[in-house]
């Protein structure tokens, strides 16, 4: 018997093991994929690209995982973690562990409720395999960060600090409004906005700069899992297309929801932009050349060209998307700094040096706006003075970012939008962010918001250390990188050789 | 055939590790795409064209001296730049669609 080509081989496993109901109906079957308003006539349409087979699956799968670990493994015989450029690098894996990471396990949940309840065998064996591709990425994200545990603060209980830390509340929400969703609003916000355009730009930039920084482990997982994610991205785009090609009546639901998924992304990258001119003591690519090459010309260049066929046109509020790249990383940045004592990581102020190169990088913001008042930080940390805001920040009601953004080309004029919405006032943070609560008011209304959390007496009392305490945070996770117990053990690990 | 968005062409493209079982490919693919960039960055290697990126299996083959299945581009890439036209036992081809 001849041997079966790809293309039968995925037939017969994925379409050739599904069946017909016999004593349910359809809609019985599959109660979820209706309420939304998306008309699917045929399931059948939707392929896979890769057709991807279980037992290829597994095989490439296992592959990966084999490399990977042995990368792991050996980075942490040889003691890797003293190769990095700066114990300050490390506040990027405090971000991406607490931050990512529990995303990651909150895909593999959701991917597996889609495995169940898509009514087409192609779609649900795509999102089955998705499904454990996350839980592998939060395992292997875990095991791969877990060795600098025993060194560097603040990677201890990640899951506790995303359920309970303010700023984490920006990623966990993201999520939680995807979920909330319905399947098909779920598929457009995380295989769409989350994989195609937001996993490129926290993968692959920041992956090699985590190569660039000494850290081989975590740009080993980066890539291994964005090598998923490049699946990921193929499918998610797999199914925008299925859904326009499928009914007109797509077309204006599914408008919406990548104008609300894709400015909700955006605003998540907000901390990504950070990671990326901040967290990487040594410098591979800054935010707005990465910004340029994987959203602006792979996306909007590439990819919306396509999707004009089906009558999508790009997002809306791009163009201020496009405006902010060139001071967005330092806004947030601020954010960071200035509430860094109630945080599980430690910020400063750049050295010079890299002041100059994001000079070089953004020429027309970073001196007049961002230089002088990092000069002033610096003056008085070092008359030991260091700023720290006292108060609690307002929140955007949907990104829950503190709302330290600017009207759009304008980085000195504070920004801030409020609806009324039934005698009560709700802030948000950006035209993007005001058009998405007033299309839902009733959704972003229940947001879990953890400053009015902290005033309500939800978060452990009514002080900061008892808040900090609430959140899991310990002694020398919080405050200033250079007063840090992390910035003392570097430098007693990198004394002249000779000496312990 | 190549349409010009913004005053730049449509690429396509895929971003590999900077692996050494990579760089076989990389050739491969260099080879196939007579007018594809490289970028080099830390740990990977970004490879961009147009109209369209084609791996071929008979190239990665004879470049690497042994026999190559197109599932092992899996473990090669880190991202996709463009529509994967067809994948199967022979080549890989990606491109816009519309």
Known sequence: MAKASMRERYTELTRGLAWEPTYVSHEQLYPHTRFEGIKIHDWDAWEDPFRLTVDAYAKYQSEKDKRLYAVVDSFAQGQGHLNATDARYFNSLRLFLQGVTPLEYAAHRHFAYLARHLDGPGPRFASLCQSIDELRHNQ????????????????????????????????????????????????????????????????????????????????????????????????????????????????????????????????????????????????????????????????????????????????????????????????????????????????????????????????????RYYRPMYLKARAMQQAGKRFFNGGLPMLCQVCQIPMGFTEIGKPALQAQRFSIHQGERYNTCSDGCQWIFEREPEKYRQAWLPVHQIYQGNCGGPTLPEVMEWYGLQPGDSGEYLDSQDAKNWELWHQPEGVS | MAERTAGRVRQVGVDLQDTEDNRGLIEAIERDNADATLRRMPGMVKIQTHPQLTVRRSTVEEILGRPWDTNEFQLAIISISGNVAEWDEDEIVIRWEH
């Open chain 1, 140 to 367: 292997t994200e875990t095991h791969a960060i877990s060795m600098y545990n025993k060194y560097y603060d603040g990677l201890h209980n990640p899951n506790l600090m995303h359920d309970r830390v303010w700023y984490l509340s920006v990623p966990k929400s993201f999520f939680d409004d995807g979920i909330s969703a319905g399947p098909f609003e779920f598929m457009t916000a995380i295989s769409f906005s989350f994989e195609y355009f937001l996993t490129n730009l926290l993968f692959v930039p920041f992956m090699s700069g985590a190569s660039f920084n000494g850290d081989l482990s975590t740009m080993s997982f980066g890539f291994s899992a964005q090598s998923d994610e490049s699946r990921h991205m193929t499918l998610g785009l797999e199914c925008i297309k299925f859904i326009l090609e499928q009914d007109e009546d797509n077309v204006p639901i599914m408008q919406d929801w990548i104008d609300k998924w894709f400015w909700r992304g955006y605003r998540l990258l907000g901390l990504v932009a950070c990671m990326q001119d901040y967290f990487l003591p040594k410098k591979v690519m800054s935010w707005k050349e990465a910004f340029e090459l994987y959203l602006e010309q792979q996306m909007l260049e590439g990819l919306f060209p396509d999707l004009d066929y089906y009558g999508i046109r790009p997002p809306r509020h791009v163009e201020q998307a496009i405006a902010e790249k060139e001071y967005v990383s330092h806004q947030v940045f601020w954010v960071l700094y200035q509430f860094s004592h109630a945080a599980s990581f430690t910020t400063t102020i750049p050295h010079d040096e890299e002041m100059d190169w994001m000079a070089r990088q953004y020429p027309d913001t970073f001196n």
